[in-house]
Structures are given as structure tokens and as C-alpha cells.
């Protein structure tokens, strides 16, 4: 059977387990840490500022819960813009036994430094097929999937270069892409579009965010093209409240999408996004709730439960899914 690239190497398929597809373990501006890397990180239910050396701390705790929770594998879409540093994750799996996903890839709705603005998809796509055949940051460890983004700017000129150098990379060396998008913005159908001009086979193409939209129209419009999609944004109240995404959920479920969904969060151990006052004025306002690695085993799968997904179409959503988007 096919082999998957961990942050603590390879791993069977059939050997990833339960898996949350989209889980950061921090999040933090690379830039700024590097130039100012005094300045610390918050985090959603512990709203104060945290010095850097806690960073590694919470992250180990929400692994660890996530592991207490049954959870085996996260998918970890930290690529750059976001501080990917892969011996953090590496850390933090070797002292939990979470086993973390890590990817390459860019993550941006407009901006590029001039590194990129002066260089062309195909030499973009070189550093991905590099993470993803040698290895990222100067370590042995192989990125096993792909990130690129679009959010409210749409997918203009810098974005499409992201998505054609994405998809390129995925071509030569097979491994899967996955694209955060902006149902708001509708951006799903443009960003599939780029990917199957560029030669993407269906099966390799996530669509992130897509349960951040009810309108199933939209959604099914996704699904008829054979790409995934993620109800990912569990929390995220500030997109879809808890009630509509769950409403979404069920109505996949009962139009037999099983095998095209991923459930998860998109939580983020610490996040250096926003000053803790902020962070404190969006929990008031209700813009996020249970935002953590716990909100999938611990509340989002019960109540579909409850509501009577089947124990089949749970174990295709949270373990096989991963291994076929993964290994498509
Ligand atoms: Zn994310």
C-alpha cells in the first residue's frame, strides 16, 4: 500500500487512522517572528498574550487532547505566510504520538514578495517538488500535500501564478493540492477550473472552506467536478454558525457525499493574527466557539450521531477519505 510523508517520516495509509485534514498546530507571520521575536501569540479560550517559549507548550496540549480524543492523524496546511517550521510540528508529534501531515505551498490572498513576483509558475513549482522530494527547510522531512489560497480578493494575477505553480507541482511528483477558498467570494469553481487546465485529476484537488457556505447549489456544483471538499471551519462561527454547518452536513450525508467530505476545525494552537484584546471582543461576540482541535470528536461527530450518521459513512468522512485524497 501507498506510503504517506509524516514531520516524523513515512507512514503506511493504512496506518493514518482517524484524521483531522486541516489543524494548525500555531500560526504566527514568519516575517515578523523573525524580526521581532519577542512578540508572543494568543489563543482562542486562553485570551492573553503568551510568550514564544509557550507556543510549543499549548500546541503539545491541543495535541495531546486531540489524541486523548481518538485523533491519530492532523493534516497540518502551515505553508509559507503562515510560519511552517517543520521541527516545531516535529517536536510537538514526538512528544504527543500525534502523527502530522506537513505540506508545502504559499499562503496568501494577493500578496508576493518580489522573489515570486519576478519568477514564473514553473520555477515556483521547482520549490514545491523540491519540499515535497528532498525535503523542507533543510530537513529529511517530505511536504505530502500542497497549499495555495484565495480569499476575498478573488483569484487575480498573483493568485493564479500560486494556483498554476500548485497544480504543475502536483503533476510532477502526484501529490494532492489543496486550496483554501472563499465561498463568499466564489472562488471554488475559478480555483478547480485552474487546476484541471493545468492536467489535475480530480481526486488529487481539495477544496478548503467550502463549509463555510450553506447553499448547496454552490456546494454541489463543487462536487460534481470529483473534487473534495472541507466542512472544515467548525468554530469559525464568524463564517457559518455551528447549527448551519452541521445543517450542511447532514444534507451531504443524505445526497451520499460521504466519500467526498472532510470534517474539521482549521484551529489554530496560538495565533499571532490578532492583539489578545481583539481576540477577547470576538469570543464575546460569539465569532468563534469551541474554535479547537477538540470541536470535530468532541461535539461535531455526537451530534451527527445523534442525528444518525452511519458508523460506515463516519469511518469513510474522519479515516479513509484522508488516505484517498492523499494517495489519489
Ligand atoms: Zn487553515
Redesign the pocket.
Known amino acids: 500500500m501507498a506510503q504517506v510523508p509524516t514531520v516524523t517520516g513515512m507512514v503506511e495509509a493504512e496506518d493514518l487512522g482517524t484524521t483531522l485534514i ?1 489543524e ?1 498546530l500555531r500560526n504566527a507571520d514568519e516575517a515578523v517572528r523573525d524580526q521581532w521575536p519577542m512578540v508572543g501569540a494568543v489563543k482562542e479560550d486562553e485570551p492573553h498574550e503568551v510568550p514564544p517559549e509557550r507556543v510549543f507548550e499549548i500546541a503539545v496540549r491541543e495535541a495531546k487532547a486531540a489524541v486523548d480524543l481518538g485523533i491519530k492523524t492532523i493534516g497540518e ?1 502551515t505553508a509559507m505566510f503562515l510560519g511552517r517550521d517543520v521541527e516545531f510540528m516535529r517536536r510537538v508529534s514526538e512528544e504527543t504520538g500525534l502523527q502530522v501531515i506537513p505540506c508545502t505551498g504559499i499562503y496568501t490572498y494577493d500578496y508576493l514578495p518580489q522573489f515570486f513576483l519576478n519568477r514564473d509558475a514553473d520555477q515556483i513549482a521547482d520549490l514545491f517538488v523540491h519540499d515535497i522530494e528532498e525535503g523542507i527547510q533543510g530537513t529529511d522531512i517530505k511536504a505530502a500535500f500542497i497549499k495555495c489560497a484565495a480569499d476575498e480578493p478573488g483569484v487575480n494575477e498573483n493568485i493564479e501564478k500560486v494556483h498554476r505553480a500548485a497544480a504543475r507541482a502536483s503533476v510532477r511528483t502526484g501529490a494532492p493540492v489543496m486550496a ?1 477558498s472563499r465561498p463568499a467570494s466564489n472562488t471554488g469553481p475559478r480555483q478547480v477550473e485552474i487546476f484541471l487546465e493545468e492536467g489535475v485529476e480530480p481526486a488529487k484537488i481539495q477544496i ?1 472552506h467550502t463549509g463555510d457556505s450553506d447553499d448547496l447549489d454552490y456546494i454541489e456544483g463543487l462536487l460534481e467536478t470529483g473534487v473534495w471538499i472541507g466542512l472544515d471551519r467548525y468554530g469559525l462561527d464568524i463564517f457559518l454558525p455551528y447549527e448551519k454547518r452541521q445543517a450542511t452536513a447532514k444534507a451531504l450525508l443524505e445526497r451520499g457525499y460521504a466519500d467526498r467530505i472532510f470534517l474539521s476545525a ?1 484551529s489554530v494552537g496560538t495565533t499571532d493574527w490578532f492583539p489578545p484584546n481583539v481576540i477577547d471582543g470576538l469570543i464575546a461576540s460569539g465569532a468563534a466557539n469551541d474554535w479547537t482541535i477538540r470541536m470535530v470528536p468532541e461535539r461535531v461527530l455526537p451530534d451527527l450521531r445523534e442525528w444518525g450518521m452511519t458508523e460506515e459513512q463516519e469511518r469513510t468522512m474522519m479515516v479513509e477519505n484522508a488516505v484517498g485524497w492523499l494517495t489519489a
Open positions: 486541516h494548525h496546511p483554501h478548503a482549521d
